[in-house]
């Protein structure tokens, strides 16, 4: 059973950094892209940023690139790293995971999601 577990939410002033953790479980994800997104109140949820399992590839939303960096360590956690906070960057942050295929990672339909964690981006 696949699981994705969010952690590294809460309260940052903007301009500050915060990282986000996704502990991934369950299966093998070496042929799957692991996503971050986010949904603001209010607003549909968006996509942020996803990387292939392998580090081949990275995908940014245009409104994050350059500040955000998707990473992973070499067991199976995939990190979300946060730099130059925005108020507009105040959302519940999701993991999730998709099998590798032609589809576009940037709005393909992922498989697996896990349950979110909260930022909150003071001005």
């Known amino acids: 059973q696949v699981q994705l577990v969010e952690s590294g939410g809460g309260l940052v002033q903007a301009g500050g950094s915060r990282r986000l953790s996704c502990a991934a479980s369950g299966r093998t994800f070496s042929s799957y892209y692991i996503g971050w997104f986010r949904q603001a109140p209010g607003k549909e949820r968006e996509f942020v940023a996803a990387?292939?399992?392998?580090?081949?590839?990275t995908y940014y939303a245009d409104s994050v690139k350059g500040r955000f960096t998707i990473s992973r360590d070499n067991k199976n956690t995939v990190y979300l790293q946060m730099n130059s906070l925005k108020p507009e960057d105040t959302a519940v942050y999701y993991c999730?995971?998709?099998?590798?295929?032609?589809?576009?990672?940037?709005?393909?339909?992922?498989?697996?999601w896990g349950q979110g964690t909260p930022v909150t981006v003071s001005s």
């Open positions: 990387r292939s399992w392998s580090g081949g590839s």
């Open positions: 999730a995971a998709r099998r590798i295929t032609t589809a576009q990672p940037r709005t393909a339909k992922y498989d697996y």
